[in-house]
């Protein structure tokens, strides 16, 4: 019998995945079974927590939104247009929904029954890895959830259901920690801790995987006092285990650890039990894969034992930098998260430079970083500013000991050369022996920048009064943190020497309030955003923090904060300074992830008159600062 | 009683007989979700309840606020009168391709699939004369379920303001109106699948109005 209704539907969904794929008479035969919803905006199509339609569905019309309820707290995972499938859950799980569908305006819905389309899936393998697909680019929030740690990661994860990642074949790892059968509570507790793994797969003689035991086995099964220290690994393992051959894609991994509700999945050679276990999958593998939450890439970092795998890292900041701005999250938690990770990148670094030395440190050091990244505002990679301070050793010694630390030196500047930060032009790194020095002579060096001012003085002091301790023993870097304020306090002179070198940087506008851009050289006719904008707001936070001796805020925008505490009067000032500052951070790192740079030379012909407008009204706080920092420290006799 | 015996002396055939024993039945408190509607429309020849006959019938369920296309019929009918003028419109030639069944046949199953359903229809008093006319032909009743006109539902889903109780909106005033599609129309199905989409939006905007209930749709003029 003809049935037009029906082939309307079918020419609908022949033009879209997965129904593209199959036969016009399989089409016609869905087609003819399917319910078509109306919804109106706001009406829910089905409900988190509650049990699955025996539908799935298709937009036919208007949008649909998939919303997750997570504390309290609705977030949008995705919004389906005409032709993206929702509501797949019943194909795959058939538990109760994970997620809400409400309507984004008034739209209409083809519902089509799983048992309908069963049949097609499993006779069509292209279906259900689409499937498959998109079922897991939706249900990859849930994962982000697993770590609470960070507020943010619930809402950073909007993956586009298209996305075809989450085809490719699986990245596991190829050597898994394993025991014997016979092997103690004990002998595998050490072994773990030993290769910093949350989990031992028990294998057999053959190699063969028989069980396996998790971090969380151990707390509920031996912490508990229900197993001993000495019982066998036997009799605690989880038994049998969920194997998958290497061929295993990111999406079907995914749904094998919802589906079995486990943490691991072994890799065998032909994917079954009884062969061999020729590596381990876990869940933290698979959101490293996805990129997406920083406190993954920041465990992750802590785990890679070769540089060159850190630069993989690092890529993925920059992944997670642009979402981030795409959804416009705070700057203020931009700048936390980003050095965060900058931050363990290079502890990482520092400690597989420490192991390829062939002695241990002679004696205590630390490690500090420089400039933005010791502000904590470095967003994209730029330049490396670093120093080593080590503690003081006897004359003799210390030649050899300096020679020790430039070569520990070279080798991180090495390493965070191989991972994309530049060498610094000006060599201001831990591997030129001027910035790796004894305690006691970079306390004379700082007091000589502070007593006798020269140019270069000020600028290096500029630079290196943003440190920040990253690695080894922070005693030293607190007593020179001592020295500067102690020089500041003698004499008022230092700093209003900083403050003339903060207002003759060069100015953003010209007299007729036209940008003004560089007149010659390599950047010739760009605007420069940071010495005609960033750096007089950097300069000014960093005078006014050092007299009013604020220890341990080196960050501008907390410096601008609590300024706005310390003069109440000149809170305006301080507060427009800071959004100012915000605004260009967001301006650079914009530009630079659009032109892969730095994002300092800005092209104003690619700028649109609205962004022009925005860069221009954060000129006005830099006058402000300047004419405060005139008054204050009387700056006028002196230019 | 009397009317049931009465009824039952007649020598009707058991398709009608089954259809009218489900009137009888009471319990037509079922909310509304669980009640069937059925969306139809029928292409004629022309508009003389007497002389013109009708070409197709489309037909499709509605429950539970959504259309189910599994539950849908569509027949086409063998014709003995033939209009010239209204084929273009309908697009059904005399000896067209389509498989055409007798009159007799196609209301049987137009009777069996509706059972009693409340029937849905735009301008409703025309496709419901048209039928019950062929029922009359085949010695049969009159159709026993209850009819929604979509046009007089439309009428009063308008606010007050704006609603003109003279203006008989068209079914194409109604997709313009609604933003529905209008692909297929003139195809018995394709109005028959537009009604039950006007239908649903129709009723998500009557069901903003605390209260509404099937009975008041009924009551409508």
Known sequence: MKNTIAERIQDFLKQFPPFDILKKEELLSISKQIRVLYVEKGDYIFRQDKPCHEEFYIVREGAVGLYRNFDNNQSLIDVCDAGDLFGLRIMIIKRNYRMSAIADEESIVYAISAKVFEPFIEENKEVNRFLLGTFAAHARNYFTETEKGNRIDNTISIEVAKDLSALRSVSYRKKPITCALEDSVQDIAKKMTKKKGSYVVIINEDKQPVGIITDSDLRAKVTTGMFSLTSLVTEIMTSPVITYSKKLTVAEAQIALIKHDISHLCITKDGTRNSKLIGILSDHDLLVSFGNNPSVLIKEAKRIKKIQKLRYIRKQVEKLLETYLEQDIPTVHILNIISEINDALVVRIIELSLKEMSIPPPVAFSFLVLGSQGRREQVLLTDQDNAIVFEDVAEEDYESTQVYFLELANRITKGLHTIGFEYCPAEMMASNPRWCMSISKWELQFRDWMTIPTEEGTLLSSIFFDFQHIYGNSVMTDRLSEVVFEGVNKSNRFLSLLGVSALQKPSPLGFFKQFLVEQNGEHKDTFDIKSRAMMVLIDAARILTLYHNLKGVNNTLQRYKKLAELEPKNKEIFESCAKAFRVLIKFRTRQGLLHKDSGRFIKLNTLSKKDKLRLKRCFRPIRDIQELLRIRFQLKTLM | ?221
Not at chain 2, 3 to 12: C, E, M, V
Not at chain 2, 74 to 82: C, I, S
Not at chain 2, 146 to 160: A, E, M
């Open chain 2, 1 to 221: 009683m009397q009317l049931w015996s009465k009824k039952n002396d007649k020598n009707y055939p058991d398709f009608w007989r089954e259809y009218l024993d489900l009137f009888n039945k009471k319990d037509q408190n079922m909310p509304l979700k669980d009640l069937r509607f059925i969306a139809f429309d029928t292409e004629t020849t022309g508009f003389d309840y007497t002389n013109d006959r009708v070409l197709s019938i489309g037909a499709v369920g509605i429950k539970n606020n959504s259309i189910n296309v599994s539950d849908q019929l569509e027949v086409y009918l063998k014709q003995d009168v033939f209009n010239e003028a209204t084929v273009e419109i309908h697009g059904i030639r005399k000896h067209g391709a389509l498989d055409k069944i007798s009159e007799e046949e196609a209301l049987r199953q137009f009777i069996k699939y509706i059972g009693n359903a409340i029937l849905i229809a735009h301008h409703a008093n025309f496709d419901r004369t048209m039928i019950n006319k062929a029922l009359q032909r085949q010695g049969l009743g009159d159709l026993k379920n209850k009819i929604v006109d979509t046009g007089v539902l439309f009428r009063n889903s308008k606010h007050q303001i704006y609603r003109n109780d003279r203006m008989n909106y068209s079914l194409d005033e109604l997709c313009n109106d609604l933003k529905i599609s209008k692909s297929d129309r003139h195809t018995a199905s394709g109005d028959a699948f537009i009604t039950a989409m006007a239908f649903l939006k129709i009723l998500s905007k009557l069901k903003k109005n605390k209260g509404f209930e099937i009975d008041d749709m009924l009551r409508l003029r």
